[in-house]
């Protein structure tokens, strides 16, 4: 696949782009309780050269009850200024997991304006299964400044996407397990009802990588929106447990050239919350 610095890139690209003084790396693991590992704990260990670390449960709204929400931009422009990005910086997102949480902080950059910003192929995994180099440290930091425009059509709340439930004018992709999907298999939040949005269709994350935590080429990612019997004459809304692997769909459709997509950000967390919003159950 052919490297996009403004969607995906590849080990190869980055490792010939480190010394670039314009670029920007971010490590932006992040992990579900049950799998066991700290994210901050590996970066310290080792992360790729240059590397800042990037705290979804940190750059977010604070005010809200449910998991890394959207942050206001003001505590965007404040954190990401303090880990020195700014204006005209290329950024790179990486995670620990191959693809998992890195397109969450990719959708959040240009969320907030910033278009300059790929996730890396394979992620964490890849680059330490090619031998490449690391280090242990946190690089030197200072603060940059950067502008932020917040691009709104990329984010939807509840109440959107109860409208385009209803209204059927959208394709609702979520990135869950099947058996999250039909309800069959708990959720990891408690308090949480099982099923899916209404008229929402089923694109686990999983089946957009290959076997090795690389992205699948267009050609296969069309075939997996094929499969689903997506419409991708609709725009779409990407929706998950939390918001994290919703990017991962968003990555995908940008990688085929849709788009028109957006992210529910409560997603399952806020959905399954509210006994008075409907849920399907099953293939429904």
Known sequence: MADDPKILVSTDWLAAHLQNPDLRIFDAS???PDMGRDARTEYAAAHIPGARF?????VADARSDMPHMVPPPEKFVSRVRAMGVGDGHQIVVYDGAGIFSAPRVRWL????GK???AVLDGGFPKWLAE??????LPPM????HITVSKQNHLVRDVTQVAAASKLGDHEILDA???GRFRGEEPEPRAGLRGGHIPGSKNIHYRTLLNDDGTMKDPGALRAVFDAADVDLGKPVITTCGSGVTAAIIGLALDLIGHDRHSLYDGS??????YGDLKVATGDD
């Open 30 to 32: 992040y992990y579900l």
């Open 54 to 58: 990037f705290d979804i449960d940190d």
């Open 109 to 112: 950059f240009r969320l907030m």
């Open 115 to 117: 278009t300059d910003v």
């Open 131 to 136: 031998g490449r180099e690391t280090e242990d």
């Open 141 to 144: 930091m200072r603060d940059r």
């Open 176 to 178: 869950r397990s099947p």
């Open 268 to 273: 399952w967390a806020e959905w399954g919350m």
